[in-house]
């Protein structure tokens, strides 16, 4: 297992869009560990690939208190959806950042696990919410996008002014 660098906005590879999964074999299940394991250090309760610049759809996710229930969704679609709800939420990719986005309350998900078997459930809460949001990273989307534009632009001169701190 090792732990992988994450990409932090606005880098514009958080943009990619990420590919659907051919073959779920040793290469992912793999990756799926190295997510798991660099999501419980950092610590976060969600990584998609494409945080970590692996530009294929896997997302890993554990909303459990004592981080006992890894989730591991591959190739995942969403079947069905209902009711609005509107949370609090941060990202790996946007340390520091926290902001309301309204996503839907309750959704079906279907998805691959680490077996290559399809299986399908129905998420509520914080899980509903963390599902919306990685898959958003897997087609390139960060949530500071639902935002004002004033706020993003204020996000993103923060980030590159800190970049440019610690590079210099
Ligand atoms: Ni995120």
Redesign the pocket.
Known sequence: MALLPILIYPDARLHKKAAPVDCVDGAIRQLAADMAETMYDAP?V???AT?VDVHRQVIVIDVSEDKSKLQVFINPEILARDGECEGE??????PGIYDYVTRSATVRVRALGLDGQPFEIDAEGMLAVCIQ??M??LQGK??VEYLSRLKQTRIKSKFIKHHARVTA
């Open positions: 976060g969600g990584l998609a945080q939420e941060g990202c790996l990719s946007v949001h990685e958003d990273h960060v949530f």
